[in-house]
């Protein structure tokens, strides 16, 4: 049963966006949302999801962020992940490889009518790591009744990239995936970024990188940086996407620096000593 919902039409270009490790199909202004309203036979019989091609492999999935948009009752949602290894560029070829454990509160709750919200899901636990292919992501509606997601929609610009939101009023099943403009017919895209981290097979990367800890990643106010097991000090330089240096100090062991004033994005960690030195990715996420 399709629910269809009052959508504003805006015609203006559109590109992808891509920045670093940040993949978004959504220029962040949000001018509706969707959802559905009296009841499902089920809890996360919808479902809403977004085709990501991540930009290297092996990619590790460590984050989303996902926009909604105040609406009464809103309901809880979960984060849903999806492989296609072999890039068909059709959800129904794709597999369910994540799911939220447990409903998460919508950030738009109680919040001001036709405003949007966005709530950071740290995925880095999952160990959600792919070789090859799309991977898609997005949200369902996990209450079955009494509860609408309003899951936030980008309606500036007609024609790209619709092919990549996607939309299953059946928990997922197979076949039961719509191009979210072929259900709707609506010129819209999810609000949802996925954050990735490549993923070395180098031995000796990966033993420099366990010496390493840093975290949280993505960090909001502050991030710590450990390099205890490096055996001496080291000089710690961190560089924006734009190559300017943000950070720079020498010290051994632990390390908290405030990020608060740190735009969002992606930075570059870069750690020397007289014997060795590494690099690495954190990203900013207020």
Do not use: C
Not at 14 to 36: I, K, M, P
Not at 37 to 56: C, H, N
Not at 141 to 166: C, E, K, M
Request: aromatic share 16%.
């Amino acid at each position: 049963m399709k629910k269809i919902y009052t959508i504003l039409f805006v015609i203006l270009g559109l590109q992808v966006f891509a920045q670093n490790d940040s993949v978004y199909y959504h220029d962040y202004a949000f001018e509706s949302q969707y959802g559905a309203s009296g009841a499902y036979p089920a809890e996360d019989y919808l479902q809403m999801i977004t085709r990501f091609t991540p930009p290297y492999y092996p990619a590790q999935l460590i984050g989303v962020r996902v926009w909604f948009r105040n609406a009464a009752q809103p309901s809880f949602y979960k984060v849903v992940v999806r492989a296609d290894a072999a890039a068909s560029a059709s959800a129904n070829n794709s597999t369910l490889t994540y799911m939220s454990p447990s409903g998460i509160p919508n950030p738009s709750s109680g919040g001001t009518p036709d405003s949007s919200y966005s709530d950071y899901v740290d995925l880095s636990a999952a160990n959600l790591v792919f070789n090859s292919g799309d991977i898609y992501a997005g949200v369902t509606q996990n209450l079955q009744i009494n509860g609408f997601v309003g899951f936030a929609l980008d309606t500036n610009s007609v024609t790209p990239y619709l092919d990549r939101h996607w939309i299953s009023t059946s928990q997922g099943a197979p076949g039961s995936w719509w191009m979210f403009y072929n259900w709707a017919f609506t010129y819209a895209r999810f609000g949802v970024t996925a954050f990735f981290n490549p993923v070395s097979t180098s031995t000796n990367e990966i033993e420099q990188a366990d010496m390493i800890k840093i975290f949280p990643n993505p960090a909001d106010e502050s991030l710590v940086i450990s390099h205890w097991s490096f055996g001496e000090n080291a000089d710690v330089k961190i560089f924006d996407s734009a190559g300017r240096m943000v950070f720079e100090n020498y010290f051994s062991g632990d390390i908290r620096i405030n990020t608060a004033n740190w735009n969002n994005g992606m930075y570059f960690v870069q750690l020397r000593n007289k014997k060795t030195s590494t690099n690495l990715k954190v990203a900013v996420i207020h």
